[in-house]
């Protein structure tokens, strides 16, 4: 048995036993219970479901890592996505042309950085607790969502958007591309460049990172900047996939962003983690999303066994944590 746990060790790494163990399990509970679960449609709807809260939940990621928390993710989309959509409807609505899209497209990524960027700051120079910091964040473009749309809506875009949130390459829905690129970028932005060890050394130990010569404000800054633009990502791909945006959109994301870096071995306190047994604890969420709707549970108690779960994660950890201490 210890031989096989090494080499499962060797291959996977030992933070993928958690997100792998859970996936099987929700396979094999859901799929004896409902007999419509393991069927092309419930993993096609998944494979469409799965991208913004992915690309929402990789934002979340980085600033874990450095011992941080970024609340304001699924408002920065939502304001993103209002950027784009503000371009849009000013050049023609649904009658504006691909050079739009491209000008809205990157103002949309230039705001999602811009909200990064202050909270880096504000985080890096002062040390002000990251929590407290990105909830003021997140009132604050809540606020401003809400006073600039009325607490309305915007939709009416040109048709050729809707493929970015609906439609298909080779069979391969295009979000779910987006996903797997955005994924594969931040395991060689963290495993291979110099600001991912950086992050890992922040998260670790802040101090020592200072004292062995890594400038950290500027770490932190950048960290926090490339988190505002992957939620940005994600508020596109929202655009895309509802044919509208308003300041609302995907609240309950945050809770489970939170849930899927926890279930992928992501150490609370920074430091330690990888994106690949992230990916795979969102497959398991919003197979376990999908798996409770067959059987009839409404989003509600959804979001309930989602903070239950994140509940039992942690706790789960702790005992873990406590065994190989034991062990030792």
């Not at 990105?134 to 915007?154: A, H, P």
């Not at 130990?205 to 800054?221: C, D, F, P, Q």
Request: aromatic share 8%.
């Amino acid at each position: 048995m210890n031989a096989l746990a090494a080499r499962f060790n060797a291959i996977f790494g030992a933070d993928m036993a958690g997100p792998l163990a859970a996936l099987v399990a929700v396979l094999i509970v859901f799929g004896f219970a409902s007999p419509h679960f393991l069927t092309g449609a419930t993993f096609g709807s998944v494979a469409f479901q799965l991208p913004e809260l992915g690309v929402l939940a990789l934002a979340m990621l980085m600033p874990i890592l450095t011992g941080g928390l970024n609340l304001a993710i699924t408002f920065t989309a939502n304001i993103a996505g209002l950027t784009l959509a503000w371009t849009l409807q000013a050049k023609g609505g649904i009658d504006a042309g691909p050079g739009a899209f491209l000008l809205g497209t990157a103002l949309a990524l230039a705001v999602g950085a811009a909200s990064g960027l202050v909270m880096g700051l504000v985080i890096a120079f002062t040390r002000a607790h990251p929590i407290l910091v990105s909830l003021s964040m997140m009132i604050f473009l809540r606020g401003l969502g809400e006073f600039l749309t009325r607490g309305g809506d915007i939709s009416g875009f040109p048709t050729f958007i809707a493929p970015i949130g609906h439609g298909s390459i080779l069979g391969i829905p295009v979000p779910l591309l987006i996903l797997i690129a955005c994924v594969i970028a931040t395991h060689i932005l963290l495993s291979r460049s110099k600001l991912g060890f950086s992050t890992y050394m922040i998260g670790s130990n802040i101090e020592s990172a200072r004292y062995s010569g890594i400038n950290t404000r500027k770490v932190l800054v950048l960290v926090y900047m490339l988190s505002g633009v992957m939620a940005a990502v994600a508020g596109i791909i929202m655009l895309a996939r509802f044919n509208s945006v308003r300041v609302g959109h995907g609240e309950s994301y945050l809770l489970i962003t939170v849930l899927a870096c926890f279930l992928g071995g992501i150490n609370p306190f920074g430091g330690f983690g990888r994106v690949l047994p992230v990916f795979v604890a969102l497959i398991v969420l919003q197979l376990l999303s999908s798996g409770l709707n067959l059987l009839g549970a409404n989003q509600h108690l959804t979001t309930a066994v989602w903070g239950i779960l994140l509940i039992v994660v942690m706790v789960l950890r702790w005992l873990s944590a406590k065994f190989i201490r034991s062990v030792k």
